[in-house]
């Protein structure tokens, strides 16, 4: 199965979701942790702290990352590093994303 395989699928429990999301771990290590995140267009992600160096590589749709600050688009095909400050992330098309997270 490859990983636009199964963020459609991830797609399609999001969209049946009353929270407009649904993730899967891809990978749990001892430093590394990635995980496949569906999000139905409007759906917002929380404003948290990343616990480490963090990356988010958008498979599918489009999304924006939002601080204190600034904004960052996150189109599909871009890999940026999510910002080390407080930030939410919003989907503003149904979207896949790739979220990695280092892990102290």
Do not use: K, Y
Not at 20 to 38: E, F, M, N, P, V
Not at 57 to 85: F, K, Y
Request: proline content about 3%; some cysteine.
């Amino acid at each position: 199965m490859t990983l636009l395989t199964m963020g459609t699928d991830q797609l399609e429990e999001a969209r049946i979701s009353t929270a407009g999301r649904a993730s899967r771990t891809l990978h749990s290590g001892t430093r590394l942790r990635q995980t496949l995140i569906a999000l139905t267009a409007g759906t917002r992600m929380n404003e948290h702290q990343s616990p480490g160096d963090a990356t988010v590589l958008c498979l599918r749709g489009h999304v924006t990352l939002h601080t204190r600050e600034r904004a960052v688009a996150v189109a599909e095909g871009e890999l940026v590093d999510a910002p080390p400050e407080r930030h939410d992330l919003v989907a503003d098309q149904d979207s896949v994303l790739i979220l990695t997270v280092g892990v102290a």
